[in-house]
């Protein structure tokens, strides 16, 4: 069995970040076992697909960036330096975006998933973690952990 860090489930498949191997490893739930495995750079902390299935985004906690793979053959589109010691990823829901938390510079990286840049970064407190994003009727609004323990950052963008 694989030494799984983060899981997300993606139908019958998990998509698993192993920071020792430096992969990202799908796992096939009907037959029990590791279909393939996808070489990523140092410490990947964990992996989301896009609403459309069309980008995987993994962040790298090593090299303080964030991948952004085409999951039918493992191509890197992209490597985005984003702040430091990123944490987590979350798509728009169109998935043209994604907000990446940066636990070691305080703050959140709008990514271009599209260009493959950081289009933003927003200041939001001590180490904010994970990552929530929710498309309203005219903005897109992003909640983050931040510390001390238990406080949260709301924001939105239009």
Sequence with gaps: MCNVSRLA???SLIIATVAGANAVEEIDL???RVTRSIAADAAPHVAVLSPDGRNLLVVNQGGAELEIFHPSDDAVLARVAVGRKPHWAAFASDGRAALVTN???DDLSLVDVDKGVV??????GAGPRKIVVQAGPIALDAYTSVAPKGAMTAGGAQ
């Design 9 to 11: 489930l993606v139908f």
């Design 30 to 32: 009907a037959r029990g």
């Design 103 to 105: 636990e070691g510079s």
């Design 119 to 124: 289009a933003a970064t927003f200041h939001v």
